[in-house]
């Protein structure tokens, strides 16, 4: 198979695990440097290390999101360790699950931050380098949640947000040669979905085999079937592909 997609910086937010880390290690696999940016830096540490020992280059860095000024500094060290980040994948959440009546401020403002704050000082830091390249790729992270679903009024909100800011910035930042995409998955099996499984009272295994019910395709995803969407995304193939929202969840949605 012939390369047509020239080896790039990339930064994944989240890529200390499930889709963030399959979605860093495909990345990589596709030619790119990585920067492996969580709030568990051991973790995200442990993840650019296994790409490195598999020929990549890859720098992992423990940063919150929310923050403002650690965003600037980890994406200021990237461009001096890796070089200047084009590909950005915003994929850093948490989830705060309850019913609307029994959620509080706290919980509601956690998710709000890490999802959309998160997305947007990141994507602000590194969209002069896209500029400056004239080439740039982001990719958001959605979910089928936002198109509604029981006890998460909150990650609903923020995962239905995503998908406007994404299609924003495929507005604003398309004629420097960026495109903007957002990936919603449906029922993947990670550790968000094991946390959703016991907030529900039931076994992980029982939670997949119940939700694969509803998938056409009779099965739950992986983590590597996001990260196969993302790599499209990122690719110089997908040029003309931007403000759009793919559901990888088996079978149609929105």
Known sequence: MTRTTAPRTAIVTGGARGIGAATARRLAADGHAVAVLDLL???????????????????GLGVDVTDADAVADAVARVADELGAPTILVNNAGILRDNLLFKMTEADWDAVLGVHLRGAFLVTRAVQSHMVSAGWGRVVNLS???????????NYSAA???MQGFTKTLAIELGKFGITANAVAPGVIATDMIAATAERVGVSLDDFLAAAAKEVPVGRAGKPEDIAAAVSFFTSDE??????????????PKA
């Open 41 to 59: 830096a051991e973790q995200a540490a442990e993840t650019a290390a296994s790409i490195t020992a598999d020929g990549g280059r890859a720098l």
């Open 143 to 153: 979910s089928t949640s936002a198109l509604g679903n029981r006890g998460q009024a």
């Open 159 to 161: 995962k239905a947000g």
């Open 238 to 251: 997908a040029s003309f592909v931007s403000g759009q929202v793919l559901y990888v969840a088996g079978g």
